[in-house]
């Protein structure tokens, strides 16, 4: 759930809301256009038919594997599918989040990007679904990782917030921003001096843009969708480094739609118990089985009836 204050809710504010001015604005954990996977892909699909055929996807940080299964599954079972989709980490968030939420809540932006990339190709809708990524991409490296871990173009807020001005002091929710980034009071926005903070603003994107270009050339590349897991390097002790395609599992296209023996454990764990119809983890259907007991009294029963039977004698 997020809570916008009703001391922030301005004239401004209210009418983008469609809330009354000062009313605290309260939006709901769950969305009240659908309940199940499904539902929600038909909510998408909706939703780009209302806007003319408009790019239509969501962003989500990953929490339990089968819930974002289950949103796969839906997609093969509907044929719907987003036309994007942005995988935020945990290590993102605002500074008017909840504490918890930023410290303890949700799947590292390397994890979650990289479980979400490989069911895709797994399911082979990869070609369909444009993926984004967004928690504490800052610097052009940061950039180059996470397309090397699929993603097809990152967000990045942090970086160009400090480039801003933000100290993180995490006051945004109360209004009393010291740096006048995130506040209605006309006298703290002072603090913020438009034309000034524009050009560095500016300045931080045209020099990472510029360190990313730097980055693809050395590598001997033209584009930064030509970076893969075989170009970043990985410190892992203070004696060994590992190649990052040699530290993750690559899925095979189509990999996910037979048996998945040779699958990694989250995908044969996890994959049976979701659902196109929940995001709960739903209990996989087993073959019936004969209780033990069973089998001893058939196993008793099948040798008594070997020793009554006469052997024939030569």
């Known amino acids: 759930m997020a809570v916008l204050p009703g001391a922030k809710v301005t004239a401004e504010i209210a009418e983008a809301r469609g809330v009354a001015v000062g009313e605290t604005c309260v939006s709901p954990a769950s969305h009240g256009a659908f309940k199940t996977p499904v539902e929600m892909m038909q909510f998408i699909g909706r939703l780009r038919t209302l806007s003319g055929g408009k790019p239509t996807g969501f962003k989500f940080c990953l929490g339990h594997p089968w819930e974002w ?16 989709i942005v995988v935020d980490g945990a290590e993102g968030g605002t500074g008017a989040a909840p504490v918890e939420f930023i410290d303890h809540v949700g799947a590292p932006l390397q994890e979650g990007l990289l479980l979400v990339h490989s069911t ?3 399911v082979n809708l990869r070609d369909r679904v444009r993926l984004g990524c967004a928690g504490k991409v800052v610097s052009a490296f940061d950039i180059a990782r996470m397309m090397a871990l699929g993603a097809d173009w990152c967000n990045a ?33 002072q603090a913020l001096v438009v034309p000034d903070k ?31 897991a075989h170009h970043i390097v990985r ?19 189509g990999a996910l739609l037979g048996p998945l023996d040779a699958q990694h454990n ?5 994959w049976p118990l979701a659902s196109a119809h929940s995001f709960q983890a739903c209990e996989p259907e087993l073959e019936p089985s004969v209780p033990h007991h069973v089998e001893l009294v058939q196993a008793v029963a099948a040798g008594a009836t070997a020793a009554q039977t006469p052997h024939p004698v030569a």
């Open 235 to 253: 410190r892992i002790s203070d004696t060994h480094v590992r190649l990052l395609s040699n530290l993750i599992t690559r899925m095979q296209p």
């Open 120 to 122: 895709l190709v797994g």
């Open 198 to 228: 524009a050009t560095r603003v500016a300045q931080f994107h045209r020099s990472t843009l510029h360190a990313l270009q730097e980055l693809v050339q050395a590598a001997g590349l033209r584009h930064p969708n030509e970076i893969t």
């Open 69 to 84: 299964f289950a949103l796969v599954k839906a997609m093969q079972v509907t044929g719907i599918t987003p036309d994007f």
């Open 157 to 189: 807020g942090r970086g160009f917030m400090l480039a801003l001005g933000c100290i993180q002091a995490q006051t945004c929710h109360t209004g009393h921003c010291p740096t006048g980034v995130t506040t209605q009071d006309p006298l703290r926005q």
């Open 266 to 270: 989250v995908f044969r764990q996890y």
